[in-house]
């Protein structure tokens, strides 16, 4: 067994490196690798890897099965799009060194995840290719130079030994082309046949060979066996219609790995901590620890999640939150890891690190949808490896049918069948769409964990709001104020917020928010339950300072009175007796009535479920414009009320806090957990909205159905192009150049179709 050794993480960043090295170290492997399963159990990991050498989307599927054979690997996931696979594995039965040589022995290479030098392997990737673009791009101009005379001639009007030479010269040119241009498909149809399988490169290299020796045959002996036909025109030309569908789908996949590896790499590789004796000495992020305060420059990320314990700066939460603005921090705010100090150095005291952080989960949750695969693509890839078997018999057999009346139009209708019809575009249509939606769901602050659940979300007719927490802010809004005759309610309401100041009560809070210039209070004092009590001074009145009290009526000496349903009254006294009454109630979220009018304007129904009783509900609900309201459900009365809906044959959304409620979280088609509080390594909901905009919800449904029409429209076009295309190959009516540019053309256009989702970022 070959072993795993990544360079040390304190010298450049956990991960980075190759996956080489002469022993298995637990300390190395750890750096791209955690521990998943429960307290006791045989230990299980699941890593995530980088992998080099995809070229087609039936890659993926070779590697999962070269891990899956391996003992001691779990299961294995390989996302195309993202270049990734997410691998779990058994400690005590295999290491990292054993799975990971069955990935190099099937032909590819791997790195970790948290490379620091992905992106620059990348790039020297990219510039090979566009440098055999380019050779293609050159020769292919040359050679069609050099064919044109023999289009535009007139019988006769060359002689021999010119055409001879015009040949000789397309054979020398067309050299670089196959030797260094076709170096992709060759070195994938290679490691094909050195598996034993059939990948979606093999038509094409075994194309492009044909081509080039029959058109070389014919060049060293043009009365041989072979004729006098040559095809280095068309065989340059389809090679760098190839490389250019090839190379701007790559670069246009790159988007996808490139943003998720600009997620994962957001934290700094080193930060400087506070030391002993009051300096600080710039140390590696995995050695710090909880209650570890460290010093963050502006420009640099927050390598943890804490609080702020002095100063003030803007930290720049926008990929983690949603929240596109700067927001300001004061000492004692929290902050996130992975976001940005922008203003100020900034003191931090460490509370959460490593996969305890938000941030752990929010790349956690991107990377489980990475490797999710719909049941559309799933249906693909199961297709598109018998299809690779019937393009090689098709070809086979055109060539048997035209070599006995014309062998040269028998070797270009092999050609033309071998190439035109590989089903790169069918296998790509589903996750480059899914892919492109979920990242621009995420630059939004919406997290995607199921990409299965974008086709789920396009058929929702229902939509079930929790209330509390949801529809409502996690705060009390003041409603009303009755006040006592000789006092005005702004007077009552300043007085009230210079005791409500001292206390951190909801209802306290809500009151001390409302008041415009709260005035002075001094002798404060709360009696847990009931109220405050305490001396205010009136600037109307400066010598004689007031003694109120606020809270419940009995607190301020006052009968208890009717009370309406749902309405929290705060009372104010004074010595004198009753001075006003503030009635407080939940707050409704600003966009919450925008978000279920643009709900309804889609065709969806929407309901209100909540546990608090029916008043309030039904008055929150009519403040929100929903029509059906229940209050007083209990956890079991939910579940049972989407699962009746269910059985109507309506296919139900349920949004709520992702808090509570969690049966029937699991039990709607598709579920929505709204708010940052939301425990990300925990939730079970399908999308997570992080900055708990309720705008978000009817968003979402439109770019669900916008992922869905835009996948039909890449597998109706995927289908359209076969079924036009095969016919013309098998009847030798298709040019080889043409099959390149059909084939380059039918990828490249699901690709940009799919990247139409990621400029979606309004509301359509």
């Known amino acids: 067994m070959q072993a795993v050794r990544l ?37 299980r990991w699941e890593s995530q890897i980088v992998i080099e050498g995809m070229h087609c989307a039936a890659c993926p599927i070779t590697i999962e099965q070269a891990l899956c054979r391996v003992p001691g690997v779990e299961s294995a996931e390989v996302s195309a799009a993202g270049a990734r696979a997410r ?14 040589g069955a990935i190099r022995r099937a032909g590819y290479r791997a790195w970790p995840a948290t490379d620091a030098f992905a992106q620059d392997r990348r790039r020297r990737q990219q510039r090979l290719m566009l440098w055999r673009w380019l050779v293609a791009g050159f020769c292919m101009m040359q050679v069609m130079m050099y064919a044109v005379p ?82 280095f025109d068309s065989l340059t030309m389809f090679v760098f219609f190839l490389l250019t569908g090839r190379w701007l789908e790559q670069r246009l996949k790159d988007r996808t790995a490139g943003a998720l590896d600009a997620l994962m790499q957001r934290l700094p590789l080193s930060v400087e901590r506070l030391e002993a004796d009051g300096s600080f000495r710039r140390v590696a992020i995995h050695r710090l620890a909880p209650g570890d305060v460290v010093r963050v420059l502006p420009g640099e990320a927050f390598p943890a999640d804490g609080v702020l314990t002095d100063g003030e700066t803007l930290a720049d939460e926008a990929l ?66 018998p299809f690779l078997a019937l393009v090689l018999l098709a070809g086979a057999a055109a060539a048997a049918w ?13 050609v033309a069948v071998l190439i035109v019809t590989c089903p790169c575009a069918l296998s790509l249509a589903t996750p480059a769409a ?40 996690d705060r009390m809004a003041l409603n009303a104020i009755r006040a006592r005759a ?51 001074l009136d600037p109307s009145q400066p010598a004689s300072p007031l003694r109120l009290r606020l809270g419940s009526a009995g607190f301020c000496g006052l009968p208890a009175g009717p009370r309406p349903g749902g309405v929290l009254q705060v009372h104010l006294s004074s010595d004198a007796g009753w001075l006003a009454t503030f009635e407080l109630e939940e707050a409704l979220r600003p966009e919450a009535l925008a978000a279920v009018q643009a709900l309804r304007e889609a065709g969806v129904q929407v309901q209100l479920l909540s546990g608090d009783r029916q008043w309030p509900v039904q008055r929150m609900a009519r403040c929100a414009g929903i029509a059906q309201a229940f209050g007083e459900c209990l956890p079991q009365d939910k579940l049972a009320h989407v699962q009746a809906l269910q059985r109507q044959g309506r296919r139900v959304a349920m949004v709520g806090d992702g ?106």
């Open 7 to 43: 360079p040390a993480p304190p010298a450049i960043a956990p991960g980075a490196g190759a996956l080489s090295g002469p022993q298995d170290d637990a300390t190395d492997w750890t750096a791209f690798s955690r521990p998943i399963g429960e307290a006791g159990q045989p230990q």
């Open 486 to 536: 000789g006092v005005s309610p702004d007077k009552a309401l300043c007085l009230a917020a210079a005791l409500a100041r001292h206390s951190l009560h909801p209802a306290s809070r809500a009151l001390a928010a409302a008041a415009a210039m709260p005035l002075q209070a001094t002798d404060v004092k709360e009696t847990m339950g009931q109220g405050l009590s305490g001396q205010v």
């Open 402 to 414: 035209w070599w006995p009346s014309d062998p040269a139009r028998a070797v270009m209708a092999a």
């Open 87 to 100: 691998v779990v594995w058994r400690s005590a039965e295999v290491q990292p060194a054993g799975w990971l």
């Open 659 to 764: 808090l509570n409620d969690g049966p029937v979280l699991a039990c709607a088609d598709v579920s929505v957990a709204m708010g940052q509080g939301v425990p990300l390594a925990q939730a079970q909901a399908d999308f997570v909205v992080q900055g708990g905009q309720l705008l978000e919800v009817p968003h979402l449904l439109r770019q669900a159905r916008r992922t869905l029409r835009i996948v039909r429209q890449n597998l109706l076009w995927a289908a359209l192009y076969n079924a036009l295309c095969v016919p013309l190959a098998l009847m030798g009516w298709l040019p080889a150049w043409a099959a390149g540019l059909g084939m380059a053309a039918s990828s490249l256009l699901v690709v940009l179709n799919a990247l139409r989702l990621a400029r979606a970022e309004g509301g359509g």
């Open 320 to 385: 983690l939150t949603g929240e596109s603005r700067p927001v300001p921090k004061f000492a004692g705010a929290p902050v996130i890891a992975g976001s940005y100090n922008l203003s100020a150095p900034a003191r931090v005291r460490i509370e959460r690190v490593g996969q305890d952080t938000r941030y752990a989960g929010i790349v956690a949750l991107m990377e489980q949808a990475s490797f999710d695969k719909p049941r559309l693509a799933v249906l693909a890839d199961r297709v598109a490896r």
């Open 150 to 231: 023999a289009y535009v001639a007139a019988p006769g009007e060359i002689t021999p030994d010119i055409e001879q030479l015009l040949r000789w010269a397309s054979w020398v040119l067309t050299l670089p082309v196959v030797l260094f241009s076709c170096g992709p498909f060759f070195a994938s149809a290679a490691r094909d046949l050195a598996q034993r399988r059939i990948g979606m490169d093999l038509p094409v290299a075994l194309g492009i060979v044909i081509a080039f020796a029959a058109s070389t045959a014919a060049t060293f002996s043009p009365d041989g066996w072979w004729g006098r036909e040559v095809w």
């Open 434 to 473: 899914m892919l492109a939606a979920a990242g621009s769901l995420a630059r939004r602050g919406v997290l995607v964990r199921r990409l299965q659940a974008l086709e789920a979300l396009a058929g929702i007719d229902t939509v079930v709001f929790d209330k509390t927490g949801t529809l409502t802010q």
